[in-house]
């Protein structure tokens, strides 16, 4: 009778995991404490895994001067924006969560996060950064690292920085290699190449101080044709490649076989490890305008259903906006920190001010939804172009296409 | 007759019975109480913890649950039972809800903006309209108590202290304690410590203190309970109406049941809240533009895909398996287990590896193997289809070598012995003999792997993500697309999700492939009765 033990054990293993599914689905009620039955006021925070780390001692330091424990919960990056948007709803979710400004669009038209206010503590961040945690004027997230790409340059192969793109062709063809490389794709990368196509005066969108205005399409003025016509140029003479992906462009800058690399500070590490010289320059400038590459500003959003608000702000605008916090944050993930006091001390670190000189002429990458149908038709006009399309014609298109699905 | 059956049945039943005692002996039993005495401890806890939580109607189907399945394991009897609860709860947890669910939202306008519900839009709608008086400072707060309710005692920048509550606008008092430039007590009030102020977050967040008799003013609002700033909101909502009037325009936005605050001219106010659409999502489908110009091409190109895909993993399968089940063949362990490599590693990663491969002026196959081609393997529309299918192939091939190597060895000796002793020819004994007998066995598996490649997403995802796309056409749809895929395209462009869209196209797509397999399964009954 074999049969009939086994039969009880996969019921008991059965009933086991019916029972811990269920529990599973409402267990996080706990985490977002009724603040009146408890004694203690708990905080629950979503921080993605790499910086739990970095939190856990601000979290306890927290605790020991206000007496609200903070629960750290870590979340994968990659799940933590579609987990809040279906969880807050049901009011289960925490009541902070770690993310990135970008987000910002599908959140406020979601209606699960809470503006919160800085009031005089807005001067004390990177203006970027600032920037890019309101959205529509109100702001919804406390920024604490700001990353925008910069130039890598090889300074074995190339010593000295160079000013304008054709500069930059020759410095590293005279040094006998592939003189630059940016990551593309079969459907380009208009996000690496926006610092160009800005140098010509062709943002997306048109801004003023209360941010982007998604009804004001400038990327098909006149200035966006002159960098499609640049852009064939550069596909014609091969120094912009859509073959080249993010994984070759790398492999190429870390075995010495190009001279510069435009990318961000995620790639500065392995570059270093691989044991070249790496030199952080400006971005160099094709058109007349100065290059303004996207910056994406990461920080902590407040639930609009936490049940802990008060508490909530006070951790937020309180504390995590202090210079310690903010350096002690920067130290775990080596990105520039949001608070400009950070940033200055963050700064001495050459690589770090390198990034930093080049994020002062970025601009946040626009949170909007209507982001979606620039993207969609973006990248694939670039590609086309590149590879040998009308530019001008391949470039109205591309205004008409977005603009299209803009009005839908 | 009937007492012969009527007593066999009781005498099987005895013997049943007798044979479930004679087994199960002491330790059995006590294994069962054991066991169940687990289920049990874990139910109570979840019990508990869904009670703490007021989740009642998951609480009562787990005590339902444990209920159930303690009566069926304590019973005497019950044996078909015993054997198919467990089953039967997998099934209705992780299939039928989860089924049902989808079916569900695939009936609503679940999508970005139509998140949650009612309520919580218009607690979103009206915290986001609040906004700061330009120019207005930081007043010190704290929060003060009385017999009314909760009340702000505010140091204003310039030194003035007041004191208001929700029903008294502030009004200057004099004697207040200070403690440096912030007034932290006055007569009349209790001062609530950092600590009160976190058990009543909900009220002091809720607490509006108009800032003189006229609302144009605004009103003080504490987010942290320590500092203070004057609001007004640019969105009135008007409870009894169930509208919201934006202030400043006076434009009255109103419910008309299409799940947002609609204004007289169509405007929308986002958030809205998820509601009930009926067919919308199925009607979308077949008439939004950018779905409905490509779907034809895509259906086509994923039909062939996914019936190409089985032919041709089939047959390589088959011919191999065919091969190395011959005695002849030496060493054909070394070389089955060689053959099964592409099957252990994970789809997803070997597409990846794939789409780099095949690169156009950087990949292995171009550089190394063509010595220096550039043949766009994955960027010219009909190359990028073969190379999907190729790769498909790669990959599928040793699972149909596996199934057909099985299914051939069972095939016993004997009937092809007699039919080469009847003088058939070797191709007429596998034309005739194995491949009939083989269809039986492999039919269903052709049939379930034609309705996975059906919904091959990773493979496409990963190779190609669908592309390359006609930089022409003016939908965000490539070549190789398939169903599933330009589901995902349209459903979830950047950050505009649409659920209900994409849940209705799941819909659309389980019919089509239940009908092809459906139709598929009665061609196979007729293939069993022909042997």
């Known amino acids: 009778m074999k049969v009939k033990t086994r039969s009880i054990i996969t019921a008991g293993a059965l009933a086991a995991t019916v029972g811990l599914a269920l529990v599973g689905c409402s267990s996080d009620n706990g985490d977002g404490g009724d603040g009146a039955n408890n004694s203690t006021t708990a905080l629950t925070v979503w921080v993605d895994a790499e910086r739990v780390d970095a939190l856990k001692d601000v979290a306890a330091a927290y605790k020991d001067k206000t007496g609200i424990e903070v629960k750290l919960v870590s979340k994968d990056t990659a799940k933590i924006k579609d987990d809040f948007l279906q969880q807050v709803p049901t009011g289960k979710g925490p009541d902070i969560t770690m993310g990135a400004h970008d987000w910002l669009g599908e959140l406020v038209t979601n209606g699960v996060v809470s503006p919160i206010e800085l009031a005089d503590k807005e001067g004390d961040f990177l203006e970027v950064a600032y920037a890019a945690s309101t959205y529509e004027g109100k702001q919804y997230m406390l920024p604490y690292a700001v990353e925008n790409i910069a130039l890598l340059r090889n300074a074995d192969l190339v010593p000295e920085a160079v000013g304008t793109f054709d500069e930059m062709i020759a410095a590293g063809t005279a040094a006998g290699v592939t003189p630059f ?228 | 007759m009937t007492d012969r059956v009527v007593q066999t049945s009781k005498r099987s039943k005895q013997a049943a019975r007798i044979a479930d005692a004679a087994s199960g002996g002491i330790r059995m039993i006590l294994l069962k109480i054991v066991l169940l005495g687990i289920v049990d401890a874990i139910a109570v806890y979840a019990l508990f913890v869904l009670a703490l939580s007021d989740e009642w109607l998951i609480a009562s189907l787990v005590a339902v649950v444990t209920l159930v399945v303690n009566w069926i394991y304590f019973s005497k009897r019950k044996l078909p039972a015993k054997y198919l609860t467990p089953g039967v709860l997998f099934l209705i947890v992780f299939q039928i809800f989860v089924i049902g669910y989808t079916g569900y939202i695939g009936f609503t306008n679940y999508s970005t903006g139509h998140n949650s519900d009612k309520a919580q839009a218009i607690d979103a709608l009206m915290s986001s309209a609040r906004e700061r008086v330009p120019d207005s400072p930081t007043y010190k707060v704290t929060i003060v108590e009385n017999l009314e309710g909760l009340g702000m005692l505010v140091t204003a920048p310039d030194g003035e202290v007041s004191v208001g509550s929700s029903e008294h606008p502030l009004s200057s008092v004099r004697n207040a304690t200070m403690d440096g430039d912030k007034a932290v007590a006055v007569d009349g009030y209790t001062s609530l410590s950092f600590q009160d102020v976190l058990q009543r977050q909900g009220d002091i967040v809720g607490l509006e203190v108009p800032f003189s008799d006229d609302p144009n003013d605004g009103s003080l609002r504490t987010p942290d309970g320590s500092s203070a700033y004057v609001y ?190 009847d003088g058939a020819k070797p191709w007429q004994v596998f034309r005739l003999i194995k491949m009939p007998l083989l269809l039986v066995t492999m039919a269903p598996i052709l049939i379930s792997s034609f309705a996975f490649n059906f919904n091959n997403f990773n493979l496409i995802y990963m190779l190609t993500g669908g592309g390359p796309r006609d930089a022409a056409a003016s939908v965000n749809v490539g070549a190789t697309d398939i169903l599933i895929s330009m589901v995902y395209k349209v459903a979830f462009t950047g950050q505009l999700r649409d659920y209900g869209l994409a849940s209705a196209f799941t819909i659309i797509i389980f019919i089509l492939v239940a009908t092809i397999s459906i139709v598929s399964f009665r061609q196979t009954k007729a293939l069993e009765e022909l042997n």
């Open chain 2, 232 to 421: 007004t909101s640019s969105l009135v909502y008007d409870e009894q109406a169930g509208t919201m009037t934006d202030a400043s325009s006076g434009t009255v936005y109103s419910d008309t049941g299409t799940g947002a605050f609609t204004s007289s001219d169509g405007e929308e106010l986002l958030p809205g809240w998820r509601i009930t659409v009926g067919f919308d999502n199925f009607a979308r489908a077949f008439t939004e533009d950018s779905i409905r110009e490509p779907l034809i091409n895509v259906t086509i190109w994923t039909i062939v895909f996914a019936l190409l895909s089985v032919a041709s993993t089939f047959f390589l399968g088959l011919f191999l398996a065919i091969v190395f089940n011959d005695k002849r063949m030496k060493g054909r362990k070394f070389y089955r287990i060689a053959m099964i490599l592409p099957y252990a590693f994970p789809a997803f990663l070997s597409a990846l590896v794939w789409a780099g491969m095949l690169s156009e002026s950087f990949g292995f196959v171009n550089q190394v193997l063509l010595g220096g081609a550039s043949i766009p393997w994955l960027t010219d529309p009909f190359l990028a289809k073969v190379s999907i299918l190729f790769v498909n192939l790669w990959l599928g091939f040793p699972y149909m070598f596996l199934v057909a190597t099985g299914a051939l060895q069972s095939i016993p000796d004997d009937v092809v012995e007699a039919a080469t002793v």
């Open chain 1, 181 to 408: 490389v940016v990551q593309q794709g079969p459907e380009s990368d208009p996000y690496h190449l926006y610092p160009f196509q800005t140098s010509f005066g062709a943002p997306v969108f048109s801004s003023d101080e209360n941010g982007y205005d998604v009804s004001d399409l400038q990327i098909g003025n006149a200035g966006g044709i002159e960098y499609a016509n640049w852009l064939a140029a550069q596909g014609a003479a091969g120094t912009i490649n859509t073959e080249v992906t993010g994984d070759i462009a790398k492999e190429q800058f870390t075995t010495g076989q190009a001279a510069f690399w435009l990318t961000g500070p995620w790639n500065v590490g392995a570059a270093l490890d691989a044991g070249i010289n790496v030199a952080v320059d400006p971005i160099v400038t094709p058109g007349a305008e100065a290059a303004q590459p996207f910056a994406g500003v990461k920080g902590f959003f407040l639930s609009e259903q936490s049940k802990n608000k008060v508490a909530a702000n006070d951790f937020l605008v309180n504390y995590l906006a202090t210079e310690d916090v903010q350096t002690a944050l920067f130290e775990s993930g080596n990105v520039l920190p949001a608070l400009a006091s950070a940033a200055d001390a963050a700064s001495n670190d050459p690589i770090v001010g390198g990034f930093r000189l080049v994020g002062m002429d970025a601009v946040p990458m626009p949170a909007s939804p209507a982001m979606g149908a620039v993207w969609q038709f973006w990248g694939i006009a670039e590609a086309a172009i590149l590879n040998g399309a009308d530019p001008a014609a391949t470039w109205e298109k591309l205004a008409a296409d977005v603009q299209g699905a803009l009005d839908k």
